[in-house]
């Protein structure tokens, strides 16, 4: 039997999740009540989510992270409070109205001296920062367009320090990533993901459906050896 794309039950699950693990936070729910206000599309990561990536980078004590895809700056937001005061977060944003928003956004959270955020192509932000020798990271979070994800991966490889943890969101698509012929434009990309992570030299990865208030989804979850 095909499940459903929604299941109103999904959202009740995260509303119980969030209101026994997590609780009220007004700094998140101001961020996305800015984001709503300014147009942004309501694509950042939930509630859950979010708390997720935050404990996964306190788990491996992450001193420096790479966010590739800032939008509004909730999941960077997330991530930032994951860091002690010498560390630091690099976000990359395309879009210079989204970045002034998300900007707004951290600042008011009391994230701003950790967070730097690099406006224009992902790529070529990537490319600088490879040639800067910057000290390499130890978690980064790619949630951009899913066209260029193997090519992210690629560039997070270089970047990371061995252990490093990569998270990739958006990773099932409604059970797309099964239909070479789906018409989602985004499912080709993430099947490029997949196929560069088969019998990878330099990284361990799995995958995980869920389902929630972001409807039917998952994440990749790779180490870098």
């Known amino acids: 039997m095909d499940l459903p794309h929604t299941d109103p039950r999904w959202s009740d699950v995260d509303d119980y999740i969030v209101a026994h693990l997590i609780g009220e936070d007004p700094v998140l729910e101001a961020c996305l009540a800015a984001n709503a206000a300014a147009g942004l599309p309501p694509i950042d990561v939930s509630a859950t989510q979010g ?3 935050e404990l996964l980078a306190r788990a491996i004590q992450a ?5 590739i895809g800032t939008l509004g700056g909730y999941s960077t937001i997330c991530l930032a409070r994951s860091l002690s005061d010498e560390g630091r977060l690099v976000t990359l944003e395309l879009e210079p109205d989204f970045a002034a928003v998300a900007r707004e956004n951290i600042e008011r959270a009391g994230q701003g001296r950790r967070v730097e955020i690099l406006v224009g192509e992902a790529i070529q932000s990537l490319t600088d920062i490879r040639k800067s020798d910057a000290t390499p990271f130890d978690f980064v979070f790619i949630d951009a367009d899913k066209q260029n994800y193997a ?5 997070a490889v270089q970047l990371a320090r061995p252990g490093a943890m990569l998270i990739f969101d958006n990773v099932v698509r409604e059970g797309g990533i099964v239909d070479p012929q789906s018409d989602d434009p985004k499912v080709p990309g993430t099947r490029e993901l997949y ?3 088969v019998n990878h030299p330099k990284v361990d990865a799995t995958a995980v459906q869920t389902v929630g208030s972001k409807k039917w989804d998952g994440f ?4 870098v050896r």
């Open 51 to 53: 708390r997720m990536l």
């Open 63 to 67: 001193k420096n992270i790479l966010e």
């Open 151 to 155: 090519t992210y991966l690629d560039h």
């Open 195 to 197: 196929q560069a992570l």
């Open 220 to 223: 990749l979850l790779a180490i």
